[in-house]
């Protein structure tokens, strides 16, 4: 979206009428959908390099697996969209691919971008969601195993898909909160829906839980296929990857880990 910088204009009543009603204008389009672009309304540059300015003052960081929607204005993933798919044009262009005469890939960079912003990376770009705790009242000390859990992410090497199922086990104290089982799998689907690599993603989860709930004792596996080594380099269909993650009584206590683990495989 582009806001005109209007020129300096002299100080008569019609000329300032005039202002107001350009800038009124200005500002009404701004927010329609026909005047999406990729530039930034302020400073007329790539909304994205608006986005990146504002994260680099905050002295944040930017990575493929990081949530920036702290730094994104409402309205502006719409223009982000667009400014992607303009990209994606140029790339598309560059793999020599006809996409004016060839109806199939007519339209691909737009669906390209929407995908990339909206779904699959939709987890770098959205707030965290909103994780409504509720007191332990009856002192539930219990071990909880929430999955298995279906998860869709993208290795942030190459872009290729990994799909899998990730398995969480609870050990809450008596002074732990307590959250809806549905609130697992949204918690777990934003933070895969980045650009990763799969130990990381299992241990910002982790954290984001321990933090969370405080319970006695965490534990994650993610049981996952890796497309960047089946339809990709080495390409073979059998290779898995897993890796989990223990945390307080998971670690210390091996007759509750087995149990987790046993549980687990059952399901």
Same mark, same amino acid.
């Not at 890796?243 to 399901?267: H, I, P, Q, T």
């Given at each position: 979206?582009?806001?005109?910088?209007?020129?300096?204009?002299?100080?008569?009543?019609?000329?300032?009428?005039?202002?107001?009603?350009?800038?009124?204008?200005?500002?009404?389009?701004?927010?329609?959908?026909?005047?999406?672009?990729?530039?930034?309304?302020?400073?007329?540059?790539?909304?994205?390099?608006?986005?990146?300015?504002?994260?680099?003052?905050?002295?944040?960081?930017?990575?493929?697996?990081?949530?920036?929607?702290?730094?994104?204005?409402?309205?502006?993933?719409?223009?982000?969209?667009?400014?992607?798919?303009?990209?994606?044009?140029? =790339?598309?262009?560059?793999?020599?691919?006809?996409?004016?005469?060839?109806?199939?890939?007519?339209?691909?960079?737009?669906?390209?971008?929407?995908?990339? =912003?909206?779904?699959?990376?939709?987890?770098?770009?959205?707030?965290?969601?909103?994780?409504?705790?509720?007191?332990? =009242?009856?002192?539930?000390?219990?071990?909880?195993?929430?999955?298995?859990?279906?998860?869709?992410?993208?290795?942030?090497?190459?872009?290729?898909?990994?799909?899998?199922?990730?398995?969480?086990?609870?050990?809450?104290?008596?002074?732990?909160?307590?959250?809806?089982?549905?609130?697992?799998?949204?918690?777990?689907?934003?933070?895969?829906?980045?650009?990763?690599?799969?130990?990381?993603? =299992?241990?910002?989860?982790?954290?984001?839980?321990?933090?969370?709930?405080?319970?006695?004792?965490?534990?994650?596996?993610?049981?996952?296929?890796?497309?960047?080594?089946?339809?990709?380099?080495?390409?073979?269909?059998?290779?898995?990857?897993?890796?989990?993650?223990?945390?307080?009584?998971?670690?210390?206590?091996?007759?509750?880990?087995?149990?987790?683990?046993?549980?687990?495989?059952?399901?």
């Amino acid at each position: 979206m582009i806001i005109k910088k209007t020129r300096a204009v002299n100080t008569t009543a019609s000329s300032s009428a005039k202002l107001v009603k350009a800038v009124k204008r200005a500002t009404k389009s701004s927010g329609t959908a026909t005047s999406r672009t990729s530039k930034h309304a302020d400073e007329g540059i790539p909304l994205s390099v608006a986005i990146r300015r504002r994260i680099q003052a905050q002295n944040a960081r930017f990575h493929a697996n990081d949530n920036i929607s702290a730094f994104i204005r409402p309205g502006e993933l719409e223009s982000l969209v667009d400014e992607v798919a303009q990209k994606m044009q140029a =790339v598309l262009e560059s793999l020599v691919i006809d996409t004016e005469s060839d109806h199939n890939t007519k339209n691909t960079s737009q669906r390209v971008a929407k995908m990339f =912003v909206k779904e699959v990376f939709n987890g770098r770009y959205t707030d965290q969601p909103v994780l409504t705790k509720f007191p332990n =009242v009856s002192h539930l000390n219990e071990l909880m195993i929430i999955g298995p859990i279906t998860v869709r992410s993208a290795c942030s090497h190459h872009l290729c898909p990994i799909m899998g199922r990730v398995w969480i086990g609870v050990l809450p104290s008596k002074a732990s909160a307590l959250i809806g089982l549905s609130k697992y799998s949204r918690l777990t689907e934003w933070v895969m829906c980045r650009p990763q690599i799969q130990e990381e993603a =299992v241990v910002e989860l982790a954290d984001m839980l321990e933090k969370k709930i405080k319970p006695i004792g965490l534990a994650i596996v993610m049981d996952a296929d890796h497309f960047c080594m089946q339809w990709r380099g080495v390409k073979d269909r059998d290779s898995k990857m897993v890796n989990s993650v223990m945390r307080g009584a998971f670690l210390k206590d091996v007759n509750l880990r087995r149990e987790f683990l046993a549980l687990m495989e059952r399901k």
